[in-house]
């Protein structure tokens, strides 16, 4: 199985590419790369631009700025059934949640996402190659929700309760602060 990081490009709110962000001296992908390669058979970079040339890249397929995209692109390269992606602003990712969510792969459907207090993270997912044909519909009708699109796929929910810190989705600077002091303390 092949993992895919999805990258966003410039981060109004940062000021820069949010996976050029740093704990402890290494970036984003940096930590998710030592993280999921070991799992893994490749772990590739997906976004606008190639930012992390020590790194495979794929060029997102559109223009348009949504996880949509991205998880398309890695599906239409892969040569998987079953593909990891995970967003890049989510670097507390552990190997067990993700062995976690790998054990509950089940034939009838297209994604395995974790659901933690309610909250479901379908950035930090499988998905099955018979999902490309969903998710291109969708960008191509401009219907960018994600949970929108990942409903028609019949996800499976894996209860991710105690996996609640790696989840953490670093879209402010506040949550980036706060990231780093779970890192800090678990690290």
């Given amino acids: 199985m092949n993992v895919y990081i999805l990258t966003g490009g410039n981060s109004r709110r940062f000021g820069k590419d949010k996976s050029t962000l740093e704990i402890n001296g290494l970036t984003f992908v940096d930590i998710l ?79 395995v996402i974790p659901v933690a207090d309610g909250r479901s993270y379908p950035t930090c997912a499988f998905y099955h190659q018979n999902a490309v044909e969903i998710f291109d519909t969708a960008l191509q009708q401009e219907k960018y929700k994600l949970m929108s699109v990942v409903k028609k796929l019949h996800p499976v929910t894996v209860n991710a309760d105690l996996f609640r810190k790696e989840l953490i989705n670093v879209n402010t600077p506040i949550e980036y602060e706060l990231l780093k002091r779970v890192m800090n303390r678990n690290g």
């Fill in 33 to 111: 790369h030592q993280t999921l390669s070991p799992e893994f058979d490749s772990v590739t970079i997906v976004g606008k631009e190639c930012v992390h040339p020590h790194l495979p890249f794929l060029k997102d397929r559109y223009q348009v700025q949504t996880p949509l995209n991205g998880i398309l692109t890695a599906l239409q390269y892969s040569d998987n059934d079953w593909n990891f992606i995970i967003s890049v602003d989510m670097p507390a990712i552990s190997q067990r949640l993700v062995r976690l969510l790998e054990e509950n792969i089940r034939g009838e459907s297209e994604a």
